[in-house]
């Protein structure tokens, strides 16, 4: 017997399930943003090089201005940022040549987040 745990999240009235089940019964893996990011990081070329600059917003739970300066201090150590902005709602805006999985995985360390957008720079 399988048995799944799941929360309900009271604001949104959604799960957070990652196992779903099809029309005949088989359980799956939902794929989820961070799968997808993985999924480009893992380039089977063997080159890691990106010809465009990506813009990334994260929705990060900060406490305060110590905790702002914190975020945008370990984003920008990583190689190629060329930019780092928290707004009020304390969204992180990253711009640069950078790997995303990498970045909101070490963000993911310090603080619950949630990837807004991924995509060029304009």
């Known amino acids: ?3 799944l745990a799941c929360l309900l999240d009271p ?4 799960s957070n399930c990652q196992i779903q089940q ?5 359980f799956h893996r ?15 070329s063997g080159s890691n090089t990106r010809s465009k600059a990506l813009k990334m917003v ?7 201005e110590k905790e ?5 201090k370990l984003v920008s ?18 711009v640069g040549d950078f790997d995303p999985y990498k970045v909101e995985k070490n963000l993911r360390k310090l603080w619950p987040t949630e990837i807004v ?6």
């Open 1 to 3: 017997m399988l048995r």
């Open 11 to 14: 604001i949104t009235k959604s």
């Open 22 to 26: 099809d029309e005949s019964g088989h």
């Open 30 to 44: 939902r794929e989820t943003k961070l799968d997808r990011l993985r999924k480009e990081s893992d380039n089977p």
């Open 58 to 64: 994260i929705k990060l739970e900060m406490r305060g």
């Open 68 to 72: 702002k300066a914190k975020a945008m």
């Open 77 to 94: 150590s990583f190689p190629g940022i060329l930019s780092v902005a928290v707004d009020l709602e304390n969204e992180l805006t990253v």
């Open 117 to 122: 957008t991924i995509g060029p720079a304009k």
